[in-house]
């Protein structure tokens, strides 16, 4: 599929599809489409995010002309975003880069979220996952995605129902059927699709 979607016709683009264009990102609209939807080896939302911002910031050094070794861009991703590294070392990854001449602050606001991902490759390059009748969160993902709708669908037909009956005074209306999980571990908070989808919550980081 091409890199130009409705979003873009419309003037609008994600965040994703921006910085593409600005780092010069050939091809992994493509490549995240093809490992997204793959049969075997999916991979998941968060996984591309991370790769993603991994290219993200390998395009920022090399930018500036840095020789990277094997390894150093995935090391030097996981120092400035893993929670489990110290103050520390992440300062001093900090300050190594901006030894290279990046502009780290930037760099790390380019650097962008699951849910970014899930926008960019369903409404951008209209990727949709056929979900494999073995795998049972893609199963699960597809019933309560079919119960909000019949619950959606018999609220807002009572509700039709009540004010054309006289019963109820209501305008032009919209009904949305929002279920949300709440991880009193990490403190975040998903909808419960997306949660699925991402494989796990920041406990899981």
């Known amino acids: 599929m091409g890199e130009?979607?409705?979003?873009?016709?419309?003037?609008?683009?994600?965040?994703?599809?921006r910085l593409i264009d600005e780092y010069d990102l050939n091809g992994i609209g493509a490549e995240m489409e093809r490992r997204w939807t793959a049969e075997e080896d999916r991979w998941s939302l968060r996984e591309l995010a991370a790769h993603f911002n991994q290219s993200v910031l390998e395009a920022a050094l090399e930018t500036e002309g840095a020789?990277?070794?094997?390894?150093?861009?995935?090391?030097?991703?996981?120092?400035?975003?893993?929670e489990d590294v110290g103050s520390a070392d992440r300062t001093r990854a900090r300050?190594?880069?901006?030894r290279e001449g990046v502009d780290i602050d930037a760099v790390l606001d380019?650097?962008?979220?699951?849910?970014?991902?899930r926008t960019y490759l369903?409404?951008?390059?209209?990727a949709e996952y056929e979900a494999d009748e073995t795998d049972p969160l893609e199963r699960e993902i597809s019933n309560i995605q079919q119960l909000r709708g019949r619950v959606?669908?018999?609220?807002?037909?009572?509700?039709?129902?009540?004010?054309?009956?006289?019963?109820?005074?209501?305008?032009?209306?919209?009904?949305?059927?929002?279920?949300?999980?709440?991880?009193?571990?990490?403190?975040?908070?998903y909808d419960v699709v997306e949660l699925l989808e991402a494989g796990g919550?920041?406990?899981?980081?």
């Open 95 to 98: 300050r190594r880069l901006e």
């Open 4 to 17: 130009v979607s409705n979003e873009a016709r419309r003037g609008r683009r994600s965040k994703v599809a």
């Open 152 to 189: 959606d669908s018999v609220t807002e037909g009572k509700l039709e129902q009540f004010r054309d009956g006289g019963h109820l005074t209501l305008g032009e209306f919209r009904t949305f059927v929002d279920v949300r999980v709440v991880c009193e571990d990490c403190n975040t908070q």
């Open 67 to 82: 020789q990277l070794l094997d390894g150093e861009v995935e090391n030097t991703y996981r120092l400035l975003t893993d």
């Open 110 to 117: 380019d650097f962008v979220t699951y849910q970014a991902i």
């Open 201 to 205: 919550c920041e406990c899981a980081e």
């Open 122 to 126: 369903k409404k951008h390059r209209d």
